[in-house]
């Protein structure tokens, strides 16, 4: 089956610790999207990558870090830095200017 | 900066009804739009992909319509079932990167 699976689907972090979420695609997509949800907000980019080895900062950047090191890999550690991560939490692929498929969603919880 | 609007904010029909979603952006230059649902707790399914030189496209009771130098988009839904009831979610893609509005929650009632 073709798609987009991130892990783990529910995840719960303690002050200061940094936690890393997964995101992994068999589409042979260049480009990967992270995006944060919040009730009542829309999706908003925190980190895009259109090609291995490169990545940008999207609009929410702060307390968030990426790695692209393979295609099929576009995973995303949550800092200590991010003074605000209980959040939905969806990772994307796509072909450029082309149709963008999205991953289940990882919930993430500080406790 | 881009901005996407989507109105109603939420909506209630009867089963069996015809209804429009509307998505507003205040960017022209977008390279296609994109149509998502989100059902609760759960990732977007896309539903339609709209390239920046359609006008429309279909896909069974659905039919989206783009007028890019107005900033508009319509979802047309024929016929609504109670499994059409999620949220809706446009999204309009330029400079690389998808802009999402905060979405419409349609709920149908049986």
């Known amino acids: 089956d073709g798609g987009i699976t991130q892990s783990p689907k529910y995840l719960f972090r303690k002050e200061g610790q940094n936690v890393t979420l997964s995101c992994e695609q068999n589409l042979n997509h260049d480009a990967m999207y992270w995006y944060r949800q919040d009730p009542g907000q829309g999706l908003r980019l925190i980190y895009y990558s259109q090609i291995v080895n490169d990545f940008q900062k999207g609009d929410i950047a702060e307390g968030y870090s990426v790695s692209r090191e393979k295609k099929e890999s576009f995973p995303l550690t949550v800092t200590s830095a991010q003074k605000n991560p209980t959040a939905f939490y969806l990772c994307?692929?796509?072909?450029?200017?082309?149709?963008?498929?999205f991953g289940q969603g990882t919930r993430l919880t500080v406790v | 900066k881009q901005e996407v609007t989507q109105i109603p904010a939420a909506l209630s029909v009867p089963e069996g009804e015809n209804l429009v979603l509307n998505c507003s952006f205040t960017d022209s230059a977008i390279y296609n739009l994109q149509w998502f649902r989100q059902d609760p707790g759960k990732g977007l399914t896309s539903l339609l992909l709209i390239q920046s030189s359609q006008r429309e496209q279909t896909s069974g009771r659905l039919n989206a319509s783009l007028d890019k130098s107005s900033g508009r988009s319509t979802l047309y839904i024929a016929a609504s079932q109670p499994g059409d009831s999620a949220t809706y979610l446009c999204?309009?893609?330029?400079?690389?990167?998808?802009?999402f509005g905060t979405g419409t929650r349609l709920t149908i009632i049986p």
């Open positions: 999204a309009p893609e330029g400079g690389e990167k998808l802009t």
């Open positions: 994307a692929s796509s072909i450029a200017r082309a149709e963008a498929f």
